[in-house]
Structure formats: structure tokens, C-alpha cells
């Protein structure tokens, strides 16, 4: 099955289903699948392209573009909104694409940008043709291509197939229970894999989705989980941590009816699980852990009657993960390999990152380690080691640590480099609200809960950690 | 500004935290690294370290090296607090 499949099935199902809620618009099934052929057929023109580029915020015009794109039977470059001039002429020149098409704010952005030759053509124009002659659908065996964040290094091309699609979302809901009677609400950018994992899981399952634009407005996220009677709801771990400034009677009311909340393995203060086991009358708290190249790879689900706050779960149907080491122990901490059918055969035009896939297995440059009863917990990764005079340290340990201090919203560990030490700990920490908490007050908690090699040597109070729009840390720019 | 007193208190309790085994009758201001039982670059580095945070201060790679006890470390941050 691929994703034109999924849709096809729910407008044989229930057609008149409202499938997507955007602000005021509403589409059904039926709807949805009407035009997601109009637009195959409208961009008949591009045929000779293997790859179309998109760029969109949030709307039912990027999925009917999204999808549009798959049944004309080519794959998808999903690219950010938030993308430098520099990284889509180099996303553009790797990928080969020679087209992009667009939303109307991206179009006027886009043609700011001198180096970008490609042509551009809007969503809403393509959706306007008429163009009677019908395109039959022949679906790629690629669906899309996602160039990685690049929180460590140079960002590749990873090219996602319909199988792995169907494979991983079967896997999402097998694990996390979706069925045609969940309302989802989708905060989230789906240029990434897991806003799209969310889009494909719906979609699997015919529930209906609720895009908001982004997470920015937490008033409003908690207003449509009244207002649309959310179910689930898929989130980062920041946005879940920032959510507990509210009163909790106020929060407590907003989620009675939640039987799920989602996020992904960006690591989540052990405070904030627990909080929300409080919270979750009907439901549970979830996170999974994953790469674009091996999407949903373990889940977890923070039930009451597990006590695991830090672990990323146990491997997912069909996924094994191997933990490899000098001692050959998956209990002992080492590089995480990762096989299965929701892994990627190869990158997309990088040799050099191919080599990082060997007969079957991904070596995902994670390090963690799995408990006795076969729960997995992180690191870190590999290349974001600190070595302090000889001692190596996982920035994850402190910032874990000390993200559980009271009056400490957020913090960050790194290496800087010291003459007698060769590197020490560097920690960037930010308060929350009205917190009065001082430098010393973090060391004394530091020095009563982590070896002395990893007591920072230096503490900073910033007012902003740099990040991509999922939470993970973009370590290069720390200072 | 700390007075004389505040800094020794401060300190004292530097050294308490960072060697959580420290008898508080076996605290002295004479006591010497060698004497201490977990006193290595790693506990030098922590000591500074709060030091630094402490009295809001930096303390050079010369200043630090310097440090053999407790004394040593009142007699610097003191020159800083002057």
C-alpha cells in the first residue's frame, strides 16, 4: 500500500468524512482525493522531472500538494520555511530538482534569493488549471526526500520509500492505538519526519486532523483541544514543558479528554514525564525514538506503572537494535545500529554517508544503552562527546540533571577548550519564569548528583538556546 | 562586597562541597592538597569553579595552579576583592 492507497481507502470507507481542519477550512475525504488528482494532473507539465521541491507552513494546500506530487508518480523534496538562502541552493543543487513549488509567502521569499535560478510555481495556481486530460497515477517507489538537520554536521539527503511509510505507520499504530475515531491535533512543521509520520498515520487510519501552523501559541493549542475534542496530540517535548506555566487545574481541564500525547525522543526533563502522568487521567504521555533514515525505531509509553521517565522504550515490531561496544554488552553504553524495514538502503547521492549503512544496519551515531528488561535510554551521540583531561562525558547526563533543578527551564552542556584540561564542560542554562536560581546553587546541585569530571567549569544564563524546529540542539552554534 | 568574614565562611563551604567527606573538625586553612584524600585536578577544577561563581570573579590558569589550600584560595580571592 502506499499513500495514495491509504487515501483511497478512506473515501471508499467514509468519504464524507472530514479528513483535515484548518483554522476555518474543512475538507473531507473525498474531497481531499478530488484534488490531490487535480493536482497530479495540473502539474503534468513538470513530467519529465523525477522531483518536484516543497515548500509550505502548515495548510490543507501543502498536503494536497504533498500528495499530489506522490501520485503524479514523482518524489518529494519537503524543504523548511525557515531555510537559508545558502542551504536551498545547496539542498537544490544535491537533489537535483528543478522545480519548487510554493505557498504565496514562500514565493516572495524565495525570489528574493539571487542564487536560486529554479523555477517556482504557487499551490494555489496549480489547484486553478484546468487540465482535463487525465494523468494516470504510477506512484514512485520513493514517496520523499528530507535533508537532515544537521545539528552535527553537514546535512544529507534522505530518500524515504512507500514501504518504509507503510511499514513504520502500521508499526505507529499497532504501539500507540490510532483508530478512525481519533481527532489529532498537528502542531508540528511537516517538512520533517514526524509531523509527516502524524500526516500518514491519519491518513492510514481515517481519523481526522487538525493542523494548527505551528506551536508557538500555547493558548491556542490548548483551546483547539477543547474546541475540536482532541484525542491525541503530537508535540515536542519543549512545547509540553512550556505548557506546565499554566495552572494546573487549567491544564488538568484542557487534557480530560486526551487519551495520547506523542512526542519524539529530543531528550524530555524526567520532571515533565512525571507531571504529565499526573495530568493524564484517560491517557498516556508517548515518545519514540527515531531518525529520518529509520523513522520510529523504539516507543515508549509512560504508563503509571512504569518508572522508566528516561528511556526511549523498547524496539518497535520488526526493528532490532544492536548496542556495540568494546565489552559486546547491549547493557553497557555504545554506538546504536539500528535494522529494519523502516531503515533507509542508502542516502541520496552521498557515498560518503552511504558507508554509514552496512548489510542492512544504520549506524545512527547515537550512543545509549538498553536495561535488563530491554528499554532503551540515550546518550547522546557520539560526536558530541566531552573529553575532560582523558574522562569522557555525554552532554545529555548534565543537561538531564540539571534540567530537573526547580527554576531551570532548559540547559545545555558542550566542550570549550581548557589549557590544562584539553576540554571542560561549558553549561548554557535558561531560567524560567521569575526563577531567582544562581550559579552556585546549579554547581551545588551538580556536584551532589554528578561525578566531579562533569561539574561544568563554567555556567552561562542565556535567554535563548539554539535549536531546529524540533528541539534538537544545534550543537555547532553553542559558545 | 564580602567582607573578610563572608569570604571565609564562603569558602569553607566551598571546600565542604566539594569534598563532601570533610569532617568539619578536620577543616583547616593550613591543610594542604597532599593531605586531602580526594584532592585531584578534577576536585582543583571544582573548586575553582565555585570559587569563580561564588565571588563572580576569574581566576587565571597561574592563580589556580597556585592553589594548595585552603588558604591559598582565601589569599586570591581576596586580592580580587579589594
Redesign the interface.
Known amino acids: 500500500m502506499n499513500l495514495i492507497d491509504f487515501l483511497r481507502k478512506n473515501v471508499e470507507n467514509h468519504g464524507d468524512k472530514v479528513a483535515i481542519i484548518d483554522n476555518h477550512k474543512e475538507i473531507t475525504f473525498f474531497q481531499l482525493y478530488g484534488e490531490v488528482e487535480k493536482f497530479s494532473n495540473n502539474i503534468e507539465i513538470l513530467n519529465q522531472e523525477k522531483i518536484i521541491s516543497l515548500v509550505s507552513e502548515n495548510s490543507i494546500s501543502f498536503i494536497i500538494a504533498y500528495l499530489g506530487i506522490i501520485n503524479s508518480g514523482k518524489i518529494v523534496h519537503l524543504i523548511s520555511p525557515e531555510i537559508s538562502e545558502m542551504n536551498l541552493f545547496n539542498q537544490l543543487k544535491s537533489s537535483e530538482s528543478k522545480n519548487i513549488i510554493c505557498n504565496q509567502l514562500m514565493k516572495n521569499k524565495i525570489s528574493n534569493f539571487d542564487s536560486i535560478k529554479t523555477t517556482i510555481f504557487e499551490i494555489e495556481e496549480i489547484l486553478l488549471k484546468h487540465n482535463n486530460k487525465k494523468v494516470k497515477s504510477n506512484v514512485n517507489e520513493l514517496a520523499y526526500l528530507i535533508y537532515t538537520s544537521g545539528t552535527t554536521s553537514e546535512p544529507k539527503g534522505v530518500t524515504v520509500s512507500h514501504s518504509m511509510i507503510e511499514f513504520t505507520t502500521k508499526n505507529i499504530v499497532k504501539m500507540l492505538g490510532y483508530s478512525s475515531s481519533d481527532i489529532d491535533l498537528l502542531p508540528l512543521p511537516l517538512n520533517h519526519s514526524f509531523g509527516l509520520g502524524c500526516i500518514h498515520t491519519s491518513l492510514y487510519v481515517g481519523s481526522t486532523l487538525v493542523l494548527l501552523k505551528n506551536a508557538s501559541n500555547l493558548e491556542e493549542i490548548l483551546e483547539s483541544l477543547k474546541k475540536y475534542k482532541i484525542t491525541t496530540l503530537a508535540v515536542i517535548p519543549a512545547t509540553l514543558t512550556k505548557i506546565l506555566n499554566f495552572k494546573n487545574e487549567k491544564i488538568k481541564k484542557y487534557f480530560s479528554q486526551i487519551r495520547l500525547i506523542i512526542t519524539n525522543s529530543t531528550a524530555i526533563p524526567k520532571k515533565t514525564v512525571i507531571q504529565y502522568k499526573e495530568i493524564l487521567k484517560k491517557g498516556n504521555l508517548a515518545t519514540y525514538y527515531g531518525l529520518t533514515e529509520a523513522s520510529r525505531s523504539t516507543f515508549m509509553i509512560f504508563d503509571k506503572n512504569n518508572q522508566r521517565e528516561e528511556s526511549v522504550g523498547k524496539c518497535s515490531p520488526n526493528v532490532k537494535i544492536e548496542i556495540v561496544n568494546e565489552e559486546k554488552n547491549n547493557l553497557k553504553i555504545g554506538d546504536i545500529l539500528i535494522k529494519g524495514d523502516n531503515v533507509i538502503k542508502k542516502y541520496w547521492n552521498n557515498i560518503e554517508a552511504d558507508k554509514n549503512i552496512f548489510d542492512g544496519w544504520l549506524k545512527t551515531g547515537d550512543t545509549g544503552y538498553f536495561d535488563k528488561e530491554g528499554y532503551l535510554f540515550l546518550k547522546g551521540r557520539s560526536d558530541e562527546i566531552i573529553n575532560?583531561?582523558g574522562?569522557k562525558v555525554m552532554p545529555i547526563e548534565i543537561e538531564q540533571s540539571v534540567k530537573n533543578i526547580s527554576g531551570v527551564e532548559d540547559a545545555v552542556a558542550f566542550g570549550i577548550v581548557h589549557?590544562?584540561?584539553g576540554q571542560?564542560i561549558k553549561l548554557n542554562v535558561i531560567k524560567s519564569k521569575n526563577s531567582d536560581i544562581?550559579?552556585?546553587q546549579i554547581?551545588?546541585h551538580c556536584?551532589?548528583n554528578l561525578e566531579?569530571?562533569k561539574?561544568?567549569?563554567?555556567?552561562d544564563f542565556v535567554k535563548k538556546i539554539p535549536k531546529t524546529d524540533y528541539g534538537k540542539v544545534k550543537r555547532f552554534m553553542l559558545k | 562586597m564580602n567582607n573578610e568574614h563572608e569570604s571565609k565562611e564562603i569558602i569553607k563551604n566551598i571546600f565542604f562541597e566539594v569534598f563532601p567527606n570533610l569532617d568539619k573538625n578536620d577543616f583547616s586553612w593550613e591543610k594542604e592538597q597532599k593531605d586531602y584524600e580526594n584532592w585531584d585536578s578534577f576536585a582543583q577544577l571544582n573548586l575553582i569553579t565555585f570559587a569563580e561563581a561564588k565571588f563572580d570573579i576569574s581566576l587565571t590558569l597561574e592563580e589556580s595552579i597556585e592553589i594548595k589550600s585552603a588558604n591559598d584560595l582565601l589569599k586570591i580571592v581576596k586580592q580580587y576583592l579589594v
Not at chain 1, 561539574?455 to 555556567?459: A, D, E, G, Q, T
Open positions: 575532560v583531561g574522562e589549557e590544562v584540561f571542560t544562581d550559579k552556585s554547581l551545588s556536584i551532589k566531579k569530571f561539574i561544568p567549569s563554567k555556567i
